[in-house]
């Protein structure tokens, strides 16, 4: 006997703030096979060259070498960077193909993925751009003011970052609008249910914090408890190497998974806020063409 199928987990809906929780999960949970799977392909690549670099650090800081490690450190960020990217592009690109295929993401090969995977990566272009030039410096900024005066440093970079948050799921979910008009209604339907949009984002910072922690630590608790048992040696010490670079492919990929699953959390927020968004326009229309 076949199993029956959930309900299809439709974007543009109306949800509370529970519901859009659970649409994230169960996405997750229903697809979590193509989901690991082209995360996989795309983004491993890249944690290996990321893990690389930070083992690199290790190794630079270990030896004394402090004056050399900035430069190891602005390539670990942009990596972060462009694998938040990639990220972003990928789950949105997989939420597409999931609303558009009658049998969602059943039976999808790498072919059928791999066009609007591309054209989503090359728009996704613009966004980092824009992220870069405006959004990061005024974060930055609002950083600063938050040293001073740290209520309102807060404020003001949760008041930046949330609603830009929406600007890569506005630009890759409407397209052909164009990055502009992206960047204009990104912001204005971020604003549009800010507070349930700060919720979300806390409740994502939370998460990807307590998971990245629960990744980290026991690596970190292993080898010291290791190297007090054993004793640090050369044959230590090289095996360590090997085994911290394992880690930190291992933790450079999870994070990117995390960061795939809060822009699937944003991309269920703007599907309820367009959705609002729409229902109150037919109310309107409806009261207009009653007064007529």
Not at 191 to 199: R, S, T, Y
Request: glycine content about 8%; aromatic content about 12%; overall charge neutral.
């Amino acid at each position: 006997m076949k199993e029956k199928k959930l309900p299809k987990i439709e974007l543009y809906v109306d949800r509370t703030m529970g519901e859009k929780a659970n649409a994230t999960f169960d996405f997750i949970k229903e697809n979590w096979r193509v989901w690991l799977k082209y995360m996989f392909y795309t983004l491993l690549p890249l944690s290996m060259f990321q893990g690389l670099l930070i083992e690199n650090i290790i190794d630079v800081e270990t030896e004394g070498m402090r004056n050399d490690i900035g430069g190891g450190v602005m390539s670990v960020f942009l990596t972060v960077f462009l694998g938040t990217m990639s990220s972003a592009a990928v789950m949105l690109t997989l939420l597409l193909e999931y609303q558009n295929r009658e049998s969602r993401l059943e039976g999808i090969k790498f072919r059928d993925i791999f066009k609007p995977l591309l054209h989503n990566a090359v728009r996704m272009l613009p966004v980092a751009v824009f992220f870069v030039v405006v959004v990061l410096p005024v974060y930055a900024i609002a950083n600063v003011i938050g040293f001073f005066i740290p209520l309102v440093g807060m404020w003001v970079a949760y008041a930046v970052i949330l609603p830009a948050m929406l600007i890569p799921v506005v630009y890759i979910v409407e397209k052909p609008i164009g990055f502009v008009d992206a960047v204009k209604r990104g912001i204005k339907l971020g604003f549009a249910q800010w507070g349930k949009l700060a919720a979300i984002g806390i409740m994502m910072s939370i998460l990807i914090g307590y998971l990245s922690v629960c990744s980290v630590g026991p690596w970190g608790i292993f080898e010291a408890l290791t190297r007090e048992l054993i004793g640090s040696t050369s044959a230590f010490n090289g095996l360590m190497g090997v085994f911290r670079l394992v880690v930190a492919i291992f933790n450079c990929f999870a994070l990117f998974l995390l960061l795939s699953f809060n822009i699937l959390a944003m991309a269920f927020h703007y599907g309820s806020v367009t959705a609002a968004e729409e229902d109150a326009s037919l109310e309107r229309d409806i009261l207009n063409f009653e007064k007529l």
